[in-house]
C-alpha cells in the first residue's frame, strides 16, 4: 500500500502548510505531491519552498504563478496579470526569493508522471493540454472524456481552479486537492487531499483544517501588500 500526500496551490501560505503538516504528519508518507503555484499572495515564498527542499520523498512542478515569479527574474516583461495590486505581490515575490529557493523553481518541471505499481499517473497545474486550464468539477463531462482518452494516466492530479474534488470518468480518477494556502469558495480553512493506492485499487479522502490566518494577514501588513488580501484569506474568497 503506498499512501500519497496530495498539495498544491500553497501561494506562500507557510502559516497553512503548518497546520497541515501538524495535522497529518507528512513524513509518514511515501510521497509528497505538489500541483504547484508555491508562490505569490502570501509573504512566506522562502518557507515553503525550503519545506519542500528539505523532503526527499517529493514530486513537484510549477504553477502559473511560479512561472511568472522566473520569468521577472529572468529580467523579461511580465504582461499578466494587468491589474496593479496583482502585479505588486508578484515583484515583492521575486525581490524576496532567495537565490537556493529560485534555483529550485527553476528546476521544477511544468508537468510530469510517475507510477505507482501498475498505475501510472500524471501531475498536471492545470491538464494535460494546457497548464493555465482551470478545470472544474462543473466541467462538461464531454471535457474529462476528452482528458481520458488523450491519456495513458489511470489518474490525473491537477491543481489552479483551487477547487477539491474526485471523479473517475471513463476510468480515468480526475483528483484536485484543492488550495493549501488560497481557497475561493468561502471557507478560508487549508485543502489538501490523500491517496490511497493498494493491490491496484484508489482511494481518495479529501481533508479541510483551520489554520492561523492572521499570521498571514501580520506578514502582509509588515511588508505594506495591498489591503485587499488580508480580506481574502480572512474570508476564503477571490476578490482581485
Ligand atoms: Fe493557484
Not at 485499487?201 to 494577514?217: G, L, Q, S, T, W
Amino acid at each position: 500500500m503506498k499512501k500519497i500526500l496530495l498539495l498544491g496551490d500553497i501561494h506562500a501560505n507557510y502559516p497553512a502548510l503548518k497546520a497541515i503538516q501538524k495535522h497529518i504528519k507528512p513524513d509518514r508518507f511515501d510521497l509528497i505531491v505538489n500541483t504547484g503555484d508555491f508562490t505569490v499572495y502570501s509573504t512566506f515564498p522562502n518557507e515553503t519552498i525550503q519545506w519542500f527542499r528539505e523532503r526527499k520523498k517529493t514530486i513537484c512542478i510549477l504553477g502559473n504563478t511560479d512561472r511568472r515569479v522566473l520569468r521577472i527574474l529572468k529580467g523579461k516583461k511580465l504582461k499578466r496579470p494587468k491589474k496593479k495590486e496583482k502585479r505588486v505581490m508578484y515583484f515583492w515575490t521575486s525581490d524576496n526569493l532567495l537565490p537556493k529557493n529560485s534555483t529550485y523553481l527553476k528546476s521544477l518541471p511544468q508537468q510530469t508522471d510517475f507510477t505507482v505499481g501498475k498505475i501510472r499517473i500524471g501531475l498536471f497545474h492545470g491538464t494535460l493540454d494546457d497548464p493555465d486550464e482551470e478545470l472544474f468539477d462543473s466541467a462538461p463531462a464531454s471535457r474529462f472524456q476528452k482528458l481520458a482518452k488523450n491519456s495513458s494516466y489511470q489518474v490525473q492530479i491537477m491543481g489552479h481552479s483551487h477547487v477539491p474534488y474526485y471523479k473517475i470518468v471513463d476510468g480515468v480518477h480526475f483528483i484536485n486537492p484543492g488550495s493549501v494556502g488560497r481557497m475561493f469558495d468561502g471557507d478560508p480553512r487549508a485543502s489538501f487531499a490523500v491517496l490511497n493506492i493498494s493491490a491496484g485499487n484508489i482511494a481518495v479522502e479529501h481533508f479541510r483544517i483551520p489554520y492561523p490566518v492572521e499570521k498571514v494577514v501580520e506578514g502582509l501588513k509588515e511588508q505594506q501588500l495591498p489591503d485587499i488580501y488580508a480580506k481574502m484569506f480572512r474570508i476564503g474568497k477571490k476578490l482581485n
